[in-house]
């Protein structure tokens, strides 16, 4: 299905470019620099039953239709996800800082703990 609307939404889109590249341009900028003339103007009957204009608007509507559509079939599956998979659990909360919970005092404790377990001299490379 969304197969089909997108080659479908294409054939729109590639209409539509060539249905505004035929239209006449009518001088200035949208239509508004034309000699001040009753005749053809921007909102002129002549104008708007013009069969490229009408052509415009079907296309345009068509455009509007089949992306709306198309966003609402790719966000119709759509589930909420995470990147966490599993909530992360404290072992111990860290104590406040005005106990001597800060960074500094937390790796130092580390830093003694670590000394305690190391053995007391280094072993001697083994040759191989």
């Not at 039953?49 to 992306?67: D, E, M, P, Y």
């Not at 580390?110 to 001299?121: F, G, I, K, T, Y």
Request: aromatic letters at 4%.
């Amino acid at each position: 299905m969304q197969t089909v609307i997108i080659v479908l939404h294409l054939m729109i889109v590639a209409t539509l470019i060539a249905t505004v590249l035929l239209q006449k341009s009518e001088g200035g900028a949208l239509g508004m620099g034309g000699g001040g003339g009753g005749g053809g103007g921007f909102m002129s009957s002549r104008g708007t039953a013009n069969l490229l204009t009408r052509t415009t608007a079907v296309l345009a509507v068509g455009f509007f239709i089949t992306s709306l559509l198309l966003s609402w079939i790719a966000s119709y599956d759509r589930k909420p996800t995470t990147v966490i998979d599993t909530p992360a659990t404290q072992s111990q909360p860290a104590p406040p800082v005005s106990q001597g919970g800060g960074v500094l005092d937390t790796l130092k404790q580390q830093d003694q703990r670590d000394n305690q377990q190391a053995p007391s001299a280094p072993q001697p490379p083994r040759s191989q």
